[in-house]
């Protein structure tokens, strides 16, 4: 079957894409319309089969449309040019809508096997397309259910006024929202609030109640307003907007007859950005979640510490007198061992330079590193959804858990990703690594942490009988936090007679409490 197919209705030319299952029976698919011609699914077709391929992706019909006056179909009522010699803009966006709804979408529906209903049925586009996505879920909410907005031009003429006084999006869409942390930096024009009128549109969407499982905002910090960043997020958007699960994990099924933590599920998933594995297990405590739903830790080296941690869960959650129930989310890997030394050194570490680490014990080489920050990227934008597709979760009581390079990442996500978790615990950590660059780390971003409220909690705890050098440095990064008058609250306990392992048993009581106080 040809990978692409040209139609035309009327004047207007389309672009078709079938899913690889299109031929092999009665199936119907969800379809994605998509502005400006396709190009965000023509650049990454390929991916998207594998996502298809490995069930990380419901299979869909893809519809680019062409436009040849993309000035004028994109925009919602006419506006001067932000340029000083550039064409102006023809506000014919209304006509644009109703044309995929009334004309379009019907022909498609007529002569393909689709999903017709409108939590099935998709408007995505890139920055004045993602504009008139935006608008088509205003106009024709019953047709079009799912919105996608990559790098969308909210900085056009009237719209943040439009976005103030309207009655905002119908809460039974979707709504997918992207932006560049560089889009804009280089205008001088409107164009110059790309960042700030998408946080803004995101945040007026989460005041007027807008369900938070129904609402994604990614922004990437490094990412331009260039196609490539537009095709990259593309996929994602498929996944949030289309897919009931949007990572479909594969389950993982425990042995035969082996024991296993009632109320725990175990799937695999396969992270976007990398193409690692992992394994990821939750625990959901029992009854209905609490209306601003539960706590939520997520904890590192899970082959180690989820069983301890859901089962202490499950036990001292119990009533009258229990804490308050929270849910564990385990990150582990497929294999047999406690800590995969290898995984852990690459996902729980900012590259180093040989120079800028110890000699290592036995005279060997250190394994790979850098993976730090693609492994919280996961966290964030995949793993986090997944879970909240799951279960409903108190977002303003996360927190995350590591223990020796997992307490170094702790420590590096609570300097380097402020809001995404509002409590570290840090066990054991190994501040050492890379020259101890967390205390340079602190220094530089310091100034943050001033006079913003409570931000975040830290809970660091270290066991006596560990190495001197994992005491001291503890002791001294926790009086370098407390030597300014900060927003972040910290705690710091020694306990006594515990190793480096053997502390691990012995702080799961106090850990608990944190999480859940």
Same mark, same amino acid.
């Given at each position: 079957?040809?990978?692409?197919?040209?139609?035309?209705?009327?004047?207007?030319?389309?672009?078709?894409?079938?899913?690889? !299952?299109?031929?092999?029976?009665?199936?119907?698919?969800?379809?994605?319309?998509?502005?400006? %011609?396709?190009f965000?699914?023509?650049?990454?077709?390929?991916?998207?089969?594998?996502?298809?391929?490995?069930?990380?992706?419901?299979?869909?019909?893809?519809?680019?449309?062409?436009?040849?006056?993309r000035?004028?179909?994109?925009?919602?009522?006419?506006?001067?040019?932000?340029?000083?010699?550039?064409?102006?803009? %023809?506000?014919?966006?209304?006509?644009?809508?109703?044309e995929?709804?009334d004309v379009?979408?019907?022909?498609?529906?007529?002569?393909?096997?689709?999903?017709?209903?409108? $939590?099935?049925?998709?408007?995505i586009? %890139?920055?004045?397309g993602?504009?008139?996505?935006?608008?088509?879920?205003?106009?024709?909410?019953e047709?079009?259910?799912?919105?996608?907005?990559?790098? +969308? !031009?909210? &900085?056009?003429?009237?719209?943040m006024e439009?976005?103030?006084?309207?009655?905002?999006?119908?809460?039974?869409?979707?709504?997918?929202?992207?932006?560049?942390?560089c889009?804009?930096?280089?205008?001088?024009?409107?164009?110059?609030?790309?960042?700030?009128?998408n946080?803004?549109?995101?945040?007026?969407?989460?005041?007027?109640? /807008?369900?938070?499982?129904?609402?994604?905002?990614?922004?990437?910090?490094?990412?331009?307003?260039?196609?490539?960043?537009?095709?990259?997020?593309?996929?994602?958007?498929?996944?949030?907007?289309?897919?009931? +699960?949007?990572e479909?994990?594969?389950?993982?099924? !425990?042995?035969?007859?082996?024991?296993q933590?009632?109320?725990?599920?175990?799937?695999?998933?396969?992270?976007?950005?990398?193409?690692?594995?992992?394994?990821?297990?939750?625990?959901?405590?029992?009854?209905?979640?609490?209306?601003?739903?539960?706590?939520?830790?997520?904890?590192?080296?899970?082959?180690?510490?989820?069983?301890?941690?859901?089962?202490?869960?499950?036990?001292?959650?119990?009533?009258?007198?229990?804490?308050?129930?929270?849910?564990?989310?385990?990150?582990?890997?497929?294999?047999?061992?406690?800590?995969?030394?290898?995984?852990? /050194?690459?996902?729980?570490?900012?590259?180093?330079?040989?120079?800028?680490?110890?000699?290592?014990?036995?005279?060997?080489? &250190?394994?790979?590193?850098?993976?730090?920050?693609?492994?919280?990227?996961?966290?964030?934008?995949?793993?986090?959804?997944?879970?909240?597709?799951?279960?409903?979760?108190?977002? !303003?009581?996360?927190?995350?858990?590591?223990?020796?390079?997992?307490?170094?990442?702790?420590?590096?996500?609570?300097?380097?990703?402020?809001?995404?978790?509002?409590?570290?615990?840090?066990?054991?950590?190994?501040? &050492?690594?890379?020259?101890?660059?967390l205390?340079?780390? &602190?220094?530089?971003?310091?100034?943050?942490?001033?006079?913003?409220?409570?931000?975040? $909690?830290?809970?660091?705890?270290?066991?006596?009988?560990?190495?001197?050098?994992?005491?001291?440095?503890?002791?001294?990064?926790?009086?370098?936090?407390?030597?300014?008058?900060?927003?972040?609250?910290?705690?710091?306990?020694?306990?006594?007679?515990?190793?480096?392992?053997?502390?691990?048993?012995?702080?799961?009581?106090?850990?608990?409490?944190?999480?859940?106080?």
């Amino acid at each position: 079957m040809k990978l692409f197919q040209e139609l035309l209705i009327g004047t207007r030319e389309m672009l078709l894409y079938l899913p690889p !299952s299109y031929e092999q029976g009665n199936r119907q698919y969800p379809v994605a319309y998509v502005q400006d %011609g396709g190009f965000q699914f023509t650049g990454c077709i390929r991916y998207l089969e594998h996502l298809f391929a490995t069930r990380q992706l419901s299979e869909l019909i893809l519809v680019g449309i062409q436009t040849e006056h993309r000035n004028d179909e994109y925009t919602p009522w006419s506006a001067n040019s932000v340029a000083k010699e550039g064409k102006g803009f %023809g506000g014919n966006g209304r006509q644009y809508v109703d044309e995929i709804a009334d004309v379009l979408k019907p022909y498609i529906d007529k002569h393909y096997r689709t999903r017709k209903e409108a $939590e099935y049925t998709a408007m995505i586009g %890139g920055s004045l397309g993602g504009l008139i996505s935006w608008f088509a879920g205003h106009w024709r909410p019953e047709v079009f259910g799912r919105i996608g907005m990559l790098s +969308a !031009s909210l &900085w056009y003429e009237g719209v943040m006024e439009y976005m103030k006084h309207s009655e905002g999006l119908k809460k039974e869409l979707r709504v997918y929202l992207s932006v560049g942390g560089c889009e804009g930096k280089y205008k001088s024009n409107a164009q110059s609030g790309m960042v700030r009128y998408n946080e803004e549109l995101y945040a007026h969407m989460k005041e007027q109640g /807008f369900p938070a499982d129904r609402l994604t905002f990614v922004l990437e910090p490094d990412a331009t307003h260039d196609d490539l960043f537009m095709i990259k997020r593309f996929p994602e958007a498929l996944q949030r907007l289309l897919d009931p +699960a949007p990572e479909n994990p594969v389950p993982v099924k !425990s042995d035969a007859g082996g024991f296993q933590v009632p109320g725990t599920e175990s799937w695999r998933m396969i992270a976007r950005n990398t193409g690692r594995e992992y394994r990821i297990h939750v625990s959901v405590p029992q009854g209905p979640p609490p209306v601003e739903g539960y706590p939520v830790l997520y904890s590192l080296d899970a082959n180690a510490s989820f069983g301890i941690l859901a089962e202490s869960m499950s036990m001292q959650s119990r009533g009258p007198h229990g804490i308050p129930a929270a849910v564990i989310v385990g990150i582990g890997y497929d294999s047999p061992d406690l800590f995969v030394t290898g995984e852990r /050194f690459r996902d729980y570490t900012v590259f180093a330079e040989a120079s800028e680490l110890p000699e290592r014990p036995g005279g060997s080489a &250190w394994p790979d590193t850098g993976g730090a920050d693609d492994f919280l990227d996961f966290i964030e934008f995949q793993l986090k959804p997944a879970v909240e597709q799951r279960v409903a979760i108190n977002r !303003s009581k996360q927190a995350m858990f590591g223990h020796s390079l997992g307490g170094f990442l702790s420590l590096y996500a609570m300097l380097s990703r402020k809001g995404t978790f509002q409590r570290f615990i840090a066990a054991s950590p190994s501040i &050492w690594w890379k020259n101890k660059m967390l205390f340079q780390m &602190w220094d530089e971003v310091m100034e943050e942490f001033k006079n913003n409220g409570k931000i975040a $909690e830290l809970l660091v705890i270290v066991g006596t009988e560990e190495k001197e050098s994992m005491l001291t440095d503890a002791s001294e990064f926790i009086g370098k936090l407390r030597q300014t008058d900060t927003s972040l609250h910290t705690e710091f306990r020694e306990i006594e007679g515990e190793g480096h392992v053997s502390v691990i048993p012995s702080l799961i009581s106090p850990l608990l409490r944190f999480v859940t106080k």
